[in-house]
């Protein structure tokens, strides 16, 4: 394992941070005095790299790449470029640097800034490779013999969600109004969902874009990095509409993702093997090395003034397809993929209760609410609650974080068709 690398950035040397010189993670900021920009987090400051780029201090032989305020024209430029700019940005932040009284004036108190979308996304997939959450959700329609479809040991199952309802960490979730049908009743009704939940996942971002099948180490490559993911789900609501087609209206309200990309360069020390298959793998899915990382993940639940519980602990090294293996898998057909292309891992769960990934599970369908450190139970996610998403892999005496994944759930609309 790999150790810290220090950095004259003196808050960049704790074992506590989540952005040490060895994450160098990319997102998107503003404050009172700039517009929204790239920017680089190093320990409690955020580098401007637009700043960067316009005093000539970044030149990577590609062109003007901080322009814009999204991270898409440096994907596109591809992994050369992708390199060269980790060893700049690497250079330039070590505690030898020689450059440091020109590079000072660039860095910004993240306290001062406000974070937006890191990226444009260019097409949404989720899948639903959780192999435990696959098998709680199962037993739990279907019953404990028929819990898994019969393809799901063979390819990652997947759909394609909408890339306009992503957001960024930090922005408010209207509780969804959809159709509801309960047992008892023959006719649905349109109403606010009742059993709103998350799901725990990692999101995997397409840097070089394909136009045809490529290999699991192929797509590995392609990918340029990781963010904490939260797919907001509408259970009742998904309920009544998954039939035949799956997933659609109960997952459209919103994707929220983390703020920063943390790319596959900075997780490399932390890659491990994905679990033991039941049956081996047709060739074009076959594990091409480490797939997955060691990163620790957590839930939060927080009620309106109240502080966050902690309701559950996993780890990413408990999916059963990594996000090299869908990506591959979701070429097959010869469908191209772009610069920007969102994969959601599927909700990432463990073997124990408190490992599940989704109130759901926790819950079991609600039959078995969780307590609260307030003393409060929760079956499914009520007004006003705030949940947030956390995680980090665990180097030798620092960490790579990915910032937290907060969405604050608002009241359902009165009359979502009020004046129409």
Same mark, same amino acid.
């Given at each position: ?67 814009? =305020? ?14 060269? *700019? ?15 009284? $020109? ?21 949404? $997939?989720?899948? @639903? ?49 959809? /159709? ?68 659609? /209206? ?8 983390? =703020?920063?990309?943390?790319t596959r360069a900075a997780l490399e020390p ?14 074009? *899915? ?19 003034g109240a502080a966050p519980s902690t309701i ?8 059963? @397809? ?20 969102? *994969? ?15 109130? *759901? ?15 409060e139970t929760r079956s499914f996610i009520e ?33 979502? @068709?009020?004046?129409?």
């Amino acid at each position: 394992m790999t150790k810290l690398i220090p950095s004259w950035v003196e808050s960049a040397n704790t074992a506590e941070t989540d952005f040490p010189l060895n994450n160098l993670p990319y997102g998107v900021f503003s404050t009172n005095r700039l517009e929204a920009r790239c920017g680089v987090a190093i320990g409690d400051m955020i580098l401007d790299m637009a700043a960067l780029e316009e005093a000539g201090l970044l030149d990577l032989g590609a062109g003007t790449l901080f322009a814009a =305020p999204g991270w898409n024209a440096v994907m596109a430029a591809g992994p050369k470029v992708w390199s060269a *700019l980790r060893t700049r940005l690497t250079d330039m932040l070590a505690a030898d640097a020689a450059d440091q009284a $020109t590079i000072a004036p660039h860095l910004v108190p993240t306290a001062e800034a406000r974070m937006h979308m890191p990226f444009t996304v260019a097409e949404f $997939t989720d899948f @639903y490779s959780g192999r435990h959450h696959a098998t709680n959700v199962g037993t739990m329609f279907r019953g404990a013999e028929n819990a898994l479809p019969p393809n799901w040991l063979h390819l990652p199952i997947g759909y394609n969600g909408r890339a306009s309802s992503v957001v960024v960490s930090g922005t408010d979730i209207r509780r969804p109004w959809g /159709q509801l049908k309960s047992p008892d009743h023959d006719m649905p009704a349109f109403l606010p969902s009742r059993r709103f939940d998350i799901e725990l996942e990692m999101g995997a971002i397409v840097g070089t874009p394909s136009d045809g099948p490529i290999s699991v180490a192929q797509a590995d490559q392609n990918i340029f990095g990781y963010v904490l993911l939260n797919d907001w789900s509408a259970r009742d609501i998904q309920a009544w509409e998954y039939q035949p087609l799956g997933p659609f /209206q109960a997952k459209a309200t919103a994707t929220t993702i983390s =703020p920063w990309i943390v790319t596959r360069a900075a997780l490399e020390p932390f890659r491990c093997d994905t679990p033991a298959r039941e049956f081996e793998l047709l060739d074009h *899915l076959k594990d091409a090395g480490p797939m997955l990382y060691d990163i620790d993940l957590s839930v939060t639940l927080a009620p309106e003034g109240a502080a966050p519980s902690t309701i559950a602990r996993t780890n990413y090294n408990e999916m059963y @397809y990594s996000s090299a293996q869908q990506l591959a898998h979701h070429t097959t057909s010869g469908c191209p993929m772009r610069t920007g292309d969102l *994969l959601g891992s599927g909700t990432i769960s463990g073997p124990e209760k408190e490992n599940r990934g989704a109130l *759901l599970e926790l819950s079991w369908g609600g039959k078995e609410p969780i307590t609260l450190d307030t003393g409060e139970t929760r079956s499914f996610i009520e007004d006003n609650d705030t949940l947030g998403l956390h995680g980090a892999a665990q180097g030798d005496g620092y960490k790579i974080g990915f910032g937290d994944c907060i969405g604050k759930v608002l009241p359902a609309l009165k009359d979502p @068709y009020a004046g129409t």
